[in-house]
């Protein structure tokens, strides 16, 4: 990841291939947003790179993502992310009304779901046999009734080959429709997180520290 990631920011374009595309084009034909939920799977940084690539014309992307602790770190990654078809937004208050409002637009919005949110911002819940603090934030999105809601992440090729970005729908992970409940809608997202990564296991980063107590 560290050595991709010089590439993906400032580098020319990288090889990659879709497998479910024609489910993002369905879902942007209802006319609702789309919510894209991308686990710390395989590259997650190209996931959105692709989309931004090939629908962000039209529909561009909002990613939430947390700013970093040093100046110019910081400074970097906003320039290196945001790019035609790709917006950032903040995890704050302002982020999630900038969120909200990219979908009222029948826009796209990008989360981490496995990332662990601020304290009073998730519910504790089951991830791989543990308890684990997961955020409601994407389960209250999609039940605004303004966002469709899919899975994806970008699979490493070995060798440099490039990347294929998988793309998931809410039926192939999830048993049944998403819960109301806030604590119960975590638990079905997680087991939607173990099925992704039950898929291809070495693709997950499992050194981040998925079981961390909230800030």
């Not at 580098?11 to 942007?28: F, H, N, S, T, Y």
């Not at 779901?113 to 519910?123: E, K, S, W």
Request: proline share 8%; with cysteine; aromatic share 10%.
């Amino acid at each position: 990841m560290a050595l991709e990631i010089p590439r993906l920011w400032l580098g020319a374009p990288v090889p990659l291939r879709w497998d479910g595309a024609e489910l993002i084009e369905a879902a942007q034909a209802s006319g609702q947003g789309v919510l894209f939920m991308t686990p710390h799977m395989g590259c997650f940084e190209v996931t959105a790179q692709a989309y931004a690539e090939r629908f962000g014309s039209q529909r561009p992307m909002t990613v939430l993502f947390r700013p970093a602790r040093q100046p110019w770190l910081r400074e970097l990654m906003a320039q290196s992310r945001q790019r035609p078809g790709l917006l950032t937004a903040p995890t704050s208050l302002a982020g999630v009304k900038q969120l909200i409002k990219a979908l009222k637009a029948g826009d796209t919005v990008g989360l981490l779901p496995d990332q662990v949110p601020p304290a009073g911002q998730g519910v504790w819940a089951p991830f791989f046999g543990r308890e684990a603090y997961t955020m409601t934030l994407s389960a209250r999105l999609v039940h605004s009734g303004q966002a469709r809601l899919l899975f994806a992440w970008g699979e490493r090729l070995p060798w440099g080959q490039g990347y294929v970005v998988r793309v998931r729908g809410l039926e192939k992970l999830l048993d049944g429709a998403l819960e109301d409940d806030p604590g119960l809608a975590a638990a079905q997202i997680n087991r939607a997180m173990e099925r992704l990564v039950a898929e291809q296991p070495a693709q997950y980063l499992w050194s981040y520290n998925r079981y961390k107590a909230p800030a």
